[in-house]
């Protein structure tokens, strides 16, 4: 017998512990290439309603807030700034911010003054992960269901706060080191149960995570044939270009279909209409909720 290393041990025992979740793997993509495990391997889960119409497709600029912003700037900033949507930290466990503002009330007329939304959920991060702030970890032999726990959770806030079926909402996994497989495929399995979850009640599948961790993962389980794969992506790369071209590391045929977001700088202090707020600038070509 060839002799496994602890990593791809691992990775065999997700196969097992998955195919009791009713997951179907592909096995041609488990077998080891020239003696070696693929980084990623294909899992493809029951998605039953598949993802619904999009609301609102759009292309513009956008910024994101730790926290909702004050009404009064937001109008300011409508009247006043290029941005035309918003990223809000709708749900999670591990959001970095308190939001005192973010009712349905705020939803509504925040909406009213013309402005989308980007909806993130904040809730577990990858295995390996540095922990920092955000210590909760998904489980590598539960990933599949508490990413549908998980979406659950950020369906029911969406809910609350009046977005309508067909809005994506957005899952933050913050960057991790690719170091290991086994978290990498944690990740992959947690987004697709994630969005299966989501599918299923009704509203659109988003991922946000570096270029260089969750989106490579992501990127190399669509090449595998993973599924339900997210219906957009929002990646990180803080490289100034208000795009969303993939900076090089995103390949063209990959979600291509205005299912793009570009988060492309960060911490900006920016005054617009005598209003100020610290932001993340990014560029959309995706679905927004409304």
Request: overall charge neutral.
């Amino acid at each position: 017998m060839r002799h496994l290393r602890s990593a791809a041990l691992l990775a065999a025992a997700l196969v097992l512990l998955l195919a009791t979740d009713g997951t179907v793997v592909n096995a041609e993509a488990v077998t080891p290439a020239a003696g070696a495990a693929p980084r990623i391997r294909a899992v493809r889960l029951p998605d039953r309603s598949g993802p619904p119409r999009a609301r609102d497709t759009w292309s513009g600029p956008a910024f994101d807030a730790c926290t909702a912003p004050p009404l009064d700037t937001l109008k300011a900033w409508r009247d006043a700034s290029p941005y035309g949507a918003l990223g809000v930290y709708t749900s999670g466990s591990q959001r970095g911010c308190g939001q005192p503002r973010l009712t349905a009330e705020w939803v509504r007329q925040v909406r009213a003054l013309g402005w989308r939304f980007l909806p993130v959920h904040v809730g577990l991060q990858a295995p390996c992960a540095d922990p920092g702030h955000k210590p909760k970890r998904i489980d590598p032999g539960k990933a599949v269901e508490q990413g549908r726990e998980e979406a659950d959770e950020a369906a029911r806030s969406l809910r609350a706060l009046g977005f309508a079926k067909g809005s994506p909402v957005y899952l933050d996994i913050e960057a991790y080191p690719l170091r290991d497989p086994a978290c990498g495929q944690a990740v992959v399995d947690f987004t697709l149960g994630w969005t299966a979850g989501l599918h299923a009640a009704g509203y659109r599948s988003g991922f946000y995570s570096s270029l260089d961790s969750g989106i490579a993962d992501l990127a190399a389980a669509a090449r595998a044939g993973g599924s339900p794969m997210p219906d957009a992506l929002w990646y990180a790369r803080w490289d100034g270009q208000a795009d969303t071209d993939g900076s090089g590391a995103l390949a063209p045929d990959l979600w291509t279909f205005h299912q793009r977001v570009h988060q492309y700088h960060g911490n900006v202090e920016e005054t617009f209409g005598g209003a100020t707020l610290t932001v993340d600038r990014n560029h959309v070509d995706g679905p927004t909720a409304r």
